[in-house]
């Protein structure tokens, strides 16, 4: 069992930056892999960037570069930097990861980008 915990999400004007943090119950040394994925109102959870148990990071095409995400195993956290934000990038973040055979979900953060 998991339990993760995101954070960092408010309010930022367009053209701003968030950073949103993830912390895992447990270490994450053994994760399959750890994600960023984000639902909009009236839309479907998307992946926007993923990092594989080797580091390897994945985004979303639609990003252009403007996200990194990256990990900690010291400190069992993944994070998500977050730059030149849109109105479009509004939505609850949520941080996903997989474990063996399970997936494991946070409640999400609220990430709201005003124009």
């Known amino acids: 069992q998991v339990q993760l915990v995101e954070s960092g999400g408010g309010l930022v004007q367009s053209g701003g930056s968030l950073r949103l943090s993830c912390a895992a119950s447990?270490?994450?040394?053994?994760?399959?892999?750890m994600g960023w994925y984000r639902q909009a109102p009236g839309k479907q959870r998307e992946l926007v960037a993923l990092v594989t148990s080797g580091g390897t990071p994945q985004y979303a095409d639609s990003l252009n570069g403007r996200y990194t995400i990256s990990k900690d195993n010291a400190k069992n956290t993944l994070t998500l930097q977050m730059n030149s934000l849109k109105p479009e990038d509004t939505a609850v973040y949520y941080c996903?990861?997989?474990?063996?055979?399970?997936?494991?979900w946070g409640k999400g953060t609220l990430v709201t980008v005003s124009s």
């Open positions: 996903k990861v997989d474990l063996f055979n399970a997936s494991y």
């Open positions: 447990r270490s994450i040394f053994s994760f399959n892999h």
